[in-house]
């Protein structure tokens, strides 16, 4: 059987320009009221930054979707300005994977109640606005790879220093 687009198959394009996520939450809106909606290219707007995906659904749920999405509002992509980290790469929020993120300076709120750190200058310290959590855009001093052979130097030489006092022990 061939496709045929008639009235009842044909798709309309509802919403252009939606990141992943953003299409993903529309397209969630839609289905809670069971209007099917496909969201064309949506593995490539996961993957690279510069392609959007759209949202379509069928012609003749077009009312329904229009009146359920009509106050939902996604900001459009361009807006948000696109930060990048000494490698290039996007910097997206440690908790949602959001690239809507400001730099942060001053007082973070910790996982401890109470407990507050300020920030200092030069810590690349990013506020969320999608979840609006803190997170800090550098590795960890104690995972970066000199450290690692640092560790493993000392434990070397370490393991070293134990086998010589043994022969040193043995010898007396
Ligand atoms: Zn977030």
Redesign the pocket.
Same mark, same amino acid.
């Given at each position: 059987m061939t496709e045929v687009f008639s009235e009842e198959n044909r798709l309309i394009v509802l919403r252009t320009g939606l990141n992943q996520p953003d299409g993903m939450l529309l397209r969630s809106v839609l289905e809670a009221q069971d209007i099917y909606a496909f969201l064309a290219n949506e593995n490539v707007a996961g993957m690279n930054e510069g392609l959007y995906a759209n949202l379509m659904v069928y012609a003749h749920d077009l009312e329904r979707a229009n009146a359920a999405l009509q106050k939902v509002a996604t900001m459009p992509r361009c807006a948000i300005p696109v930060r990048r980290d000494e490698d290039g790469e996007e910097i997206a *929020?440690r908790? *949602?994977g =959001?690239e809507r993120v400001h730099p942060f300076e001053g007082v973070v709120p910790t996982i401890i109640p109470g407990v507050k750190i300020t920030t200092r200058k030069g810590e690349a310290w990013y506020h *969320?606005l999608?979840?609006d =959590?803190y997170f800090k855009n550098s590795l960890s001093r104690l995972a970066s790879i000199p450290v690692a052979l640092m560790w493993g130097g000392a434990l070397a030489g370490l393991t070293l220093f134990v086998i010589w006092v043994i022969e040193f022990l043995r010898w007396l």
């Open positions: *929020c908790h *949602c =959001s *969320c999608q979840c =959590s």
